[in-house]
């Protein structure tokens, strides 16, 4: 096998990206200060909302796009975007899975997503979250049982609007940065969860994000609160069709855990990643922050194998003593995608610890960052960091770039940086050839033993779903 | 059937031509041992015949089993039975011995129409060809290769050989960095993995290795072709005379 032929790696191919065909309202394209009123309106929400909106509207106004990250795409228009796409047959929200239409339910089923209950063997409640609007939440009531609120966004900002008011905002402020402000100004669903004061989960939590209108872009919005002593694991998952235009998906994820709260967050995302001359394909730009309070600990693991361009950098703001922020990741660029990806974590409180193990495989002409932040505040003594970032290169077209930033304020903290870079060289192919397995095989059992240490932080489902998911997409990989 | 015919092979490394119409016949049960200064084309010969990329065969033949073995993929080679024991073998971070021996195993048994092995057949059979090479039953749940010692690396490949069970083994320089212990322990290994139906292919620079696995047939080679055959007296001849009289010599073009 020649290195022409590793070059290959690019031919993959998508399996999620059919369309459904299903009417949809979408609000013509454009940016105001109307269609945040009318988007508003049309979810029934109460003022303070709308007002909340409109704040984060006027940051966006006077934000700039960041220029920082690592990736190069054309400008982008925001005023050629539709910022409301819901299937039509759900306008009022459907009240049980009987009442969603049968064709979404075909997509979900398509992906892999049963949502009806009675099929649900794995015990996992799911939040289908479909173009920018939740369609179908299950095990709801199982959940209410033990005090667990699982529900659309929406739902939660009229039924438990205290809970909201209360938290949202509070991790990622709506001035955060530009694509955080642009989603609270326009963000139209997404999935809430609350987990009351010493509370088990007694299952694994989902959501998984659909994107299907054209011309659209996907901006939800995920707030999740672990009570004193709770623990809930979640698990969100994403796909989209195949389209020739670029499509932005600007998502805000919010976690907050209170004292001796846990919340392990699990993302397989395999957005529509273009084609393999980079056509087409999701721009990921994406918030995800969460705040740890005293003993609590917040994990973030990603597989990320889709989208053209991934910005997104989940982290922790370790606020209480003793608190713990993980972050585990994979991320795949092949053909022509672009990643810059990282974690942030910021230690304030004492004793505060945090591990980084991310793993960035590239391939193609696929370009891999990872940018990651370790700030130990003046107040964090104690403080503890390993970090860990390791880059798998295929072909000599692709790239890996590592830029972790330290910042540290207290001389009582340890730090602990390795980083390594490894190309999956012909020798090693060849080598797995000679013993019977196939170059493709080969590829795979590199990348996975690669990934180990990320995979097993994912729940049982999730690691296999992974695992397939690099297969698919390295698939075409090797001649 | 002869398990192995070269015939005339003429190979390329980088435009370069190494082999310059090298022919050979092996039969099930024999034990050849190629030799030659280094650039002779020993190692040239072992990756033609396993497939590796970058050699190109540019005139001649090799048959298999009676089958064109150029035709073949290199895994394809693999699962017919024919194992090469690298001169320098290859780390694999990440990915367990077993685990990689295992998909080895399954794909050769596959080809072949027999059922794959589960786990627990494939660790047992994994302890009992350990204990073939005295390889630490601990490196075989280590990842592939990495941070073996040298003679724990050239063990490996033996003990790969072991489970794997070809019918034509390639040794390419299997003394290569061995001291004398562990040539003693990998030569041992080896002759336990004699049988009537399998061939070996010993490549080695010197003489010290065939005290220890002694061969059927010696074959120097020279400038890409075999120079002169002879039986196991050759290589204790070339020990005492050194390579340089082959130069002064026309090259025969005989087999063996």
Partial sequence: ?479 | MTMLEVRDLHANVQGREILKGLSLTVNPGEVHAIMGPNGSGKSTLAHVLAGRPGYEVTKGEVLYQGKDLLGLAPEQRAREGVFLAFQYPIEVPGVSNVYFLKAAANAIRKHRGLPELDAMDFLALCKEKAALVELPEELTRRAVNEGFSGGEKKRNEIFQMAVLDPALAILDETDSGLDIDALRIVAEGVNKLRTPQRAIILVTHYQRLLDYIVPDFVHVLADGRIATSGGKELAQELEAKGYAWLEKEPAPAGTR
């Fill in chain 1, 1 to 479: 096998m020649s290195t022409d032929q590793l070059q290959e790696l690019a031919a993959r191919e998508y399996q999620a990206g059919f369309v459904t065909d299903i009417d949809s309202e979408t609000v013509p394209p454009g940016l105001s200060e109307d269609v945040i009123r009318l988007i508003s309106a049309k979810k029934g929400e109460p003022e303070w909302m709308l007002e909340w909106r409109l704040s984060a509207y006027r940051h966006w106004l006077q934000m700039k796009e960041p220029t920082w990250p690592n990736v190069h795409y054309p400008k982008i228009d925001y005023q050629a975007i539709s910022y409301y796409a819901a299937p039509k047959s759900t306008k009022e929200g459907p009240k049980s899975l009987d009442e969603v239409d049968p064709k979404l339910l075909e997509t979900y089923e398509k992906l892999g997503i049963p949502l009806r209950e009675r099929e649900k063997l794995a015990g996992i409640a799911v939040d289908a979250v479909f173009d920018s609007v939740s369609v179908a939440t299950t095990f709801k009531g199982k959940l209410k049982e033990v005090g667990v609120i699982f529900c659309s966004f929406s739902e939660a900002v009229k039924e438990h609007p205290d809970l909201v008011r209360k938290y949202l905002g509070t991790v990622v402020p709506t001035s955060d940065n530009f694509f955080a402000a642009l989603n609270s100004a326009v963000f139209t669903d997404g999935s809430f969860c609350y987990v009351p004061k010493g509370v088990r989960c007694p299952m694994e939590l989902s959501t998984y994000f659909r994107i299907n209108a054209a011309n659209t872009g996907q901006f939800e919005r995920t707030l999740i609160i672990a009570e004193e002593g709770a623990y809930v694991s979640y698990l969100e998952g994403c796909t989209a069709p195949m389209r020739d235009e670029n499509q932005l998906h600007a998502a805000v994820v919010e976690l907050v855990a209170l004292d001796d709260a846990q919340i392990k967050y699990s993302t397989v995302q395999n957005w529509y990643p273009g084609d393999k001359d980079g056509k087409g394909g999701i721009y990921n730009f994406v918030t995800k922050r969460g705040k740890c309070f005293a003993r609590a600990k917040i994990s973030w693991t990603q597989v990320e194998t889709g989208s053209a361009i991934t910005w997104k950098y989940p982290s922790c703001i370790l606020q209480g003593d003793d608190s713990v922020g993980e972050f585990y990741s994979v991320a795949l660029t092949a053909n022509h995608q672009q990643a810059d990806t990282g974690t942030k974590m910021i230690h304030v409180g004492k004793n505060t610890k945090s591990t980084i193990v991310s793993k960035g495989i590239s391939a193609g002409h696929g370009q891999n960052t990872y940018r990651g932040l370790v700030r130990i505040g003046k107040g964090a003594s104690g403080a503890r960091n390993y970090s860990q970032c390791d880059s798998l290169l295929l072909g000599d077209k692709c790239g890996a770039h590592t830029f972790p930033y330290i910042d540290v304020q207290n001389s009582t903290a340890r730090m602990e940086h390795e980083a390594s870079t490894s190309k999956i060289g012909e020798d090693q192919i060849f080598y797995f050839q000679q013993r019977g397995i196939s170059a493709e095989e080969a590829v795979n059992m590199i990348v996975n033993g690669f990934c180990k240490e990320v995979f097993k932080e994912l729940p049982m489902e999730f690691a296999v779903e992974a695992q397939k998911l690099l297969g698919v997409s390295l698939e075409g990989s090797v001649g």
